[in-house]
Structure formats: structure tokens, C-alpha cells
């Protein structure tokens, strides 16, 4: 593994793990926090799909394509 991967994997892991502690750690109920991670995966699906091309297929999450063979899962 090269210095290069390693810091990635490294800023990855040390994030998600920021992530978490900041979630359990957040002076909100469990309820507002639930609501606030389903508001923040739907802004971010959106955006990765416009960075993907497919915007014009996104709808949110479980939003089937127009030709019905495949749907965007979330």
C-alpha cells in the first residue's frame, strides 16, 4: 500500500468516524436526528447524481428510470 492510499483510507475512516461520534453526541432526539440524516442522503443523492449525469433520472430515493428497467436505490 502506498503513502498515497494510505492517507485516503486513512481520511475516509477518520471521517466516518467523526460522522458517527458527532450523531451520537448531537443534543437532538433520536427522531429529529433521523430526520435530519434522510433530509442530508437525499440533498447528497441528488447531488452525486447530477455529478454522474443522471439528474434528469433522479427523482429521490427509489425513483424508477422512465423505461421502468431500473431504479435508483438509496
Known amino acids: ?22 450523531i451520537l453526541m448531537a443534543p437532538s432526539t433520536g427522531k429529529q436526528t433521523r430526520k435530519k440524516i ?3 442522503s437525499k440533498k447528497l443523492a441528488k447531488q452525486l447524481a447530477g455529478y454522474v449525469g443522471m439528474e434528469d433520472k433522479f427523482q429521490g430515493p427509489g425513483a424508477k428510470r422512465k423505461n421502468g428497467k431500473a431504479s435508483v436505490e438509496v
Open 38 to 40: 434522510g433530509k442530508k
Open 1 to 22: 500500500m502506498n503513502s498515497t492510499t494510505k492517507f485516503i483510507t486513512g481520511f475516509f475512516l477518520g471521517s466516518t468516524l467523526g460522522l458517527v461520534a458527532g
